[in-house]
């Protein structure tokens, strides 16, 4: 199976917006749901985000519920994730990752295909 490629990170400063871009890497694509975390230097990986195959379900981390939007382009074969409002707490190295189902999950252990990352940097 060919795993998920992050694009888009990078550095920007509190109250800026940024979009990542998950190529999900598989077919056929629209099967599985999708999700986003997200691992800061010396802590845990936090979920982030989470969207079922169609994008008819969507889960969210507390700590950024409100803030984020995840989506997908099934034609595109692409997942979103829209980040407004961004704080110096949410850099972090930010994972997209693929189920072999087609319901969202927060628990990363349900997620078989994760992709390298791409890092976000948020200065204050």
């Known amino acids: 199976q060919v795993l998920p490629v992050e694009s888009g990170g990078g550095l920007v400063q509190a109250g800026d917006s940024l979009r990542l871009s998950c190529a999900a890497s598989?077919?056929?694509?629209?099967?599985?749901?999708m999700g986003w975390f997200r691992q800061a230097a010396g802590k845990e990986r936090e979920f982030v985000a989470s969207i079922n195959w169609n994008g008819g379900r969507k889960e969210y981390g507390a700590s950024v519920k409100g803030r984020f939007t995840i989506s997908r382009d099934n034609k595109k074969r692409m997942v979103y994730l829209q980040m407004d409002s961004l704080k110096p707490e949410d850099t972090a190295v930010y994972h997209c990752?693929?189920?072999?189902?087609?319901?969202?999950?927060?628990?990363?252990?349900?997620?078989?295909?994760w992709g390298q990352g791409t890092q976000v940097t948020v200065s204050s």
């Open positions: 598989v077919r056929p694509y629209s099967a599985y749901g």
């Open positions: 990752a693929r189920r072999k189902t087609l319901e969202e999950s927060m628990y990363e252990n349900e997620y078989d295909y």
